[in-house]
């Protein structure tokens, strides 16, 4: 017998719609990229994302076209995404800070028929033109008075051009919900880059399970801004879960420093925030150079590396803001896990709370995890127990678009099917799970593994030290060894012994470092991770020093 409900589409043009009917008032500021700030509503967001939905018909964009984007954190890529995905096609956020190479490979790949792109991408996109023989149209996203002149794109469009020719009368299609809506590239350390190809469904049900309260706890009372860019997994969904539920919007353009997202916050009344270790660390360098409070500021979600333990106490002790850690993943939407308490830790003391946060967290529901042993077999959840973190779920991904890769899904002992994450993790009896490295980025010692995370959590909790990176080094007789790679906080003085003596005691002897290298800054990647396959590369000519710590194993 079947349930006698409505069967009604989970899409993502609904998300705009409920927005505007419920929350049609509540603002949407940016700092744009001409510079100043603009603000408006949902209400005349999705009014303009109805103007642009015609603007695309009249392109002859259509239900499957790809439609891509290199475009800051700004209400006009925010009206593309429900524009392009809210009339069947395909929003295709790219990261602008790929290598032209690399960008021109993902277009193509992605099929783009047009491009649109911020001022700031100007010159980019004039390179670029000609590797695209698949972009019908070219579309600033500005006005015509932001026209750049002399400019080489052929046929430029200008977005407030096209808008002001179309009318705000549109009705979204019913689509079917499993129809795609969105395009990522991942980051492809190894071999080309790979689409994640996002559902109308997958979509909403991602928007409705991060906005619970054990995930990032948004609500109509909230003042969210992104600091994770609306191309790095479309800022972890909250241009979506924001509008699901009615949470102000801000979006800080492409100034991500300590000094302009401080100045956001105070402004906009910032409440609630998400970004990746690198941008938060800017912002606390900012307030205690300058000696700041926040004031309005009370979560923030850190994630897409591993937060510090000395950042999460460092927010949660001197600023007063609660740190969400969370873990994800492109292929998962991003979200997968948050950390949040239980009722039991509540009465715990403040060092063993900070045990449990230092975790990556519980699943949301419509995730489930597990870990696998070397001979693929399910591992317990006691936390000691670690192996290759598996995922299954309605918003992680089934396959690459167009098979790249081949199937990467892997088979339990009852048949179901899972996404191997390449994280390696633990998870304990109370489900919360924690990774102990990328696979790749494990330090494999005399055949045992070092946990490249957490000597670098140790290492940044040292007072002097801002940033670390722990990587395996060639050893002859043990495969290799951590060295621990260091920013020096400015003005701050630490040496060599220093940093290994804080260390000792923190760690098994036999995951002492064998050296540290203090480095002026660390490579990061397109995202703002410390990139450790561009310090390998760096460090191709290191040479450990004669007399190794694993001597003492
Ligand atoms: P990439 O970094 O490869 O460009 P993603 O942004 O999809 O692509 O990164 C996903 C990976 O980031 C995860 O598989 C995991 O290794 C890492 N990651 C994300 N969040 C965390 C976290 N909280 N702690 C540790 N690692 C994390």
Redesign the pocket.
């Given at each position: 017998m079947q349930g006698l409900m409505m069967d009604m589409p989970l899409l993502v043009s609904d998300l705009i719609r409920q927005a505007d009917r419920h929350h049609g008032v509540t603002s949407i500021v940016s700092r744009t990229v001409e510079g100043g700030r603009h603000e408006y509503n949902y209400r005349a967001a999705h009014a303009r994302a109805r103007r642009l939905a015609n603007a695309l018909a009249r392109l002859g964009v259509r239900a499957p076209d790809r439609v891509g984007t290199l475009a800051w954190n700004g209400y006009r890529h925010f009206e593309l995404y429900y524009a392009v995905a809210g009339s069947g096609a395909v929003i295709h956020t790219i990261n602008p800070r790929l290598f032209p190479e690399q960008i021109a490979y993902i277009a193509n790949h992605a099929e783009d028929r047009a491009l649109f792109f911020d001022l700031s991408f100007v010159a980019l996109v004039e390179k670029l033109a000609p590797q695209l023989p698949g972009v019908k149209h070219y579309v600033l996203m500005s006005d015509r008075a932001h026209r750049p002149p002399n400019c080489s794109i052929p046929n430029l469009l200008c977005y407030e051009d096209l808008l002001e020719a179309e009318s705000d009368d549109y009705v979204w299609p019913r689509l079917d919900e499993r129809s795609a809506c969105g395009l990522c590239y991942?980051?492809g350390?190894t071999g080309n880059p790979k689409g994640v190809l996002y559902a109308h469904r997958s979509t909403v049900l991602h928007a409705y399970g991060s906005s619970l309260p054990d995930a990032l706890n948004l609500s109509a009372r909230d003042v969210v801004a992104p600091a994770v860019a609306m191309f790095?997994?479309n800022a972890w969904g909250l241009p979506y879960s924001c509008a699901l539920t009615g949470a102000k919007l801000v979006l800080p353009g492409a100034a991500l420093d300590g000094k302009s997202l401080y100045e956001l916050f105070e402004a906009e009344g910032v409440t609630v925030s998400a970004g990746v270790p690198t941008i938060w660390l800017g912002l606390l360098q900012h307030l205690k150079a300058n000696r700041l409070r926040l004031s309005s500021f009370k979560r923030v979600v850190i994630?897409?590396?591993?937060?510090p333990p000395a950042m999460i106490r460092s927010f949660e002790e001197e600023y007063g803001v609660q740190v969400l850690?969370?873990?994800?993943?492109?292929?998962m939407s991003?979200l997968g896990s948050v950390c949040t308490f239980r009722a039991k830790h509540l009465a715990l003391d403040r060092e063993e709370r900070y045990a449990v946060q230092n975790k990556?967290g519980r699943t949301i529901f419509g995730v489930d995890m597990r870990i696998v042993g070397g001979d693929g077999k399910t591992l317990p959840h006691d936390g000691n127990a670690f192996g290759d973190l598996h995922v299954r779920g309605p918003w992680v991904t089934n396959g690459y678009f167009k098979g790249e890769g081949g199937d990467p899904l892997r088979s339990d002992e009852s048949g179901a099917q899972w996404f191997p994450?390449?994280?390696v993790a633990t998870i304990d009896a109370d489900g919360y799970m924690q990774?102990t490295d990328?696979s790749k980025d494990v330090i494999k010692s005399g055949g045992e593994w070092i946990s490249s995370?957490e000597l670098e959590n140790i290492a940044v909790a040292h007072p002097a030290i801002a940033e670390a990176a722990a990587i395996g080094i060639a050893h002859p007789k043990w495969d290799e060894r951590p060295i621990v790679v260091a920013v020096k906080k400015p003005g701050a003085e630490v040496s060599r012994e220093d940093l290994l003596g804080f260390l000792e005691g923190r760690i098994a002897k036999w995951w002492m470092p064998d050296d540290v290298v203090f480095v002026a800054e660390l490579p990061h990647?397109a995202?703002g991770?410390i990139s450790k396959l561009t310090l390998r590369e760096q460090l191709k000519d290191y040479r450990l020093p004669a007399e190794t710590g694993a001597a003492r194993k």
């Open positions: 991942t980051s350390t790095h997994v994630g897409g590396s591993a937060c850690h969370a873990w994800g993943m492109t292929e991003p990556q994450t390449g994280d990774i990328r995370i990647t995202t991770k």
